[in-house]
C-alpha cells in the first residue's frame, strides 16, 4: 500500500522559503497524481498545487501562483514543495496525497483516497 510521509517544515520569517518533501514507500509515486495541500489554524484544508504523472503541467491555487514551486523526482519516489517569499498566512500543516488525473499530464487539487501523511507544521512569523 502507498504511504506519503511529509518532511521539511519549520520556522521561517516572512519572505523566507522553505521546500517541503513528501516521500513515497509501498509503491511507485509515478503511478500517481500528487497534490499537497494545507490546514491553517481554524480552517478547512485547501488544495494548493499538483503536479501530473507525466509532463509539467502543474496547477496551482491563486493565494500560492507565483510563490510555490511543484516538482517530481521518480527516481527519488519524491515530490517537492518548494516555497518563496512565504508570509504569515501561509502557516499551518502541509499535507501530500494522491489527486485527481486528467489524463497523464494533468491534474486537479481533488484528494481521490483516503491516504494521507502526518503532515509538517509549516509557522510564518517574525
Known amino acids: 500500500q502507498l504511504q506519503l510521509v511529509e518532511s521539511g517544515g519549520g520556522l521561517v520569517q516572512p519572505g523566507g522559503s522553505l521546500r517541503l518533501s513528501c516521500a513515497a514507500s509501498?509503491?511507485?509515486?509515478?503511478?500517481?497524481?500528487i497534490g499537497w495541500f494545507r490546514q491553517a489554524p481554524g480552517k478547512v484544508r485547501e488544495g494548493i498545487s499538483c503536479?501530473?504523472?507525466?509532463?509539467?503541467?502543474?496547477n496551482y491555487a491563486g493565494s500560492v501562483r507565483g510563490r510555490f514551486t511543484v516538482s517530481r523526482d521518480n527516481a527519488k519516489n519524491t515530490v517537492y514543495l518548494q516555497m518563496n517569499s512565504l508570509q504569515p498566512e501561509d502557516t499551518g500543516v502541509y499535507y501530500c496525497?494522491?489527486?485527481?488525473?486528467?489524463?497523464?499530464?494533468?491534474?486537479?487539487?481533488?484528494?481521490?483516497?483516503?491516504?494521507w501523511g502526518q503532515g509538517t507544521q509549516v509557522t510564518v512569523s517574525s
Open positions: 496525497a494522491v489527486v485527481l488525473s486528467i489524463g497523464q499530464n494533468r491534474c486537479a487539487k481533488t484528494p481521490v483516497s483516503e491516504i
Open positions: 509501498g509503491k511507485n509515486l509515478d503511478s500517481y497524481a
Open positions: 503536479v501530473p504523472r507525466r509532463g509539467n503541467n502543474t
